[in-house]
């Protein structure tokens, strides 16, 4: 059986372990780091970040660290005020470029988008509550990507955890400005709105990398439960 569990749950799920000195968003990161690593050429390959001011942006400029000290080019477009510092530093530090200027403008961001392999999505995470859930920068930036990532194979669109602007915890989708992934890499456990329509239709195939909580969401009562 795949279980689903709601956003507080595992927010619940993690607390323990945040509060022992577990390094979940490294595990995290590395897990991202490989997935996205096995849809790349051998080459090495072109990544466009988008990161958000959260973990999940922070997750996915940690994994953007480790691809690009793998040999990927790797862009960043930060979608808000401001991103976790060490994360971007170590990023930039392996080689990552981070946009600015006319560059990281909406619309050539969207142009950059449909040169690379993957972008990945690390906007907004299961903190995920307003409606609609993407704003300001951020709303414009998936505004130019959508009409790059719904008519081309490329690129691949993998979504850090969840999908930006989907409910964790029901699979809704209030508003029309949500990136398709091709590929969704969720962490510690499967998030119920990834396994409901239309969460789970825009979640392409969902990847589980296990970080260490197994045995706190065992204590729990899943939300939803699906033949594997």
């Known amino acids: 059986m795949i279980q689903g569990y709601s956003a507080e749950q595992m927010r619940a799920a993690e607390a323990p372990l945040i509060a022992d000195g577990v390094p979940l968003m490294r595990r995290a990161a590395a897990g991202l780091a490989g997935v ?7 080459a090495g390959g072109t990544v466009l970040v988008l990161a958000g001011t959260g973990n999940n ?4 400029l940690w994994a953007a660290a480790e691809l690009g000290t793998g ?19 170590a990023a930039l530090a392996a080689g990552g470029t981070l946009l600015g200027g006319a560059d990281g403008s909406p619309d050539a961001i969207g142009r950059l988008a449909a040169s ?19 704003r300001g ?7 130019a990507l959508l009409p790059i ?3 081309s194979a490329r690129p691949r669109v993998v979504a850090v955890d969840i999908p930006s602007g989907i409910d964790p915890t029901t699979g809704a989708a209030p508003d029309p400005h949500v990136l398709p992934a091709d590929v969704t890499v969720t962490f510690g456990g499967y998030k119920a709105g990834l396994l409901v329509e239309p969460g789970s239709r825009l979640a392409g195939e969902v990847r589980l990398v296990d970080i260490g909580l197994a045995g706190e969401l065992a204590r729990m009562l899943p939300i939803i439960e699906l033949e594997g």
């Open 116 to 134: 690379v392999d993957v972008v990945i999505d690390g906007i907004l995470g299961t903190g995920t509550s307003a409606s609609p859930a993407l």
């Open 36 to 42: 996205v690593r096995g849809l790349l050429p051998e």
């Open 71 to 89: 040999g990927a080019t790797v862009t960043i477009a930060a979608t808000g005020d401001e991103t976790e510092p060490r994360a971007l530093g």
């Open 137 to 143: 920068r951020a709303r414009e930036i998936v505004a």
């Open 57 to 60: 942006g922070a997750d996915a």
């Open 149 to 151: 990532v719904t008519v």
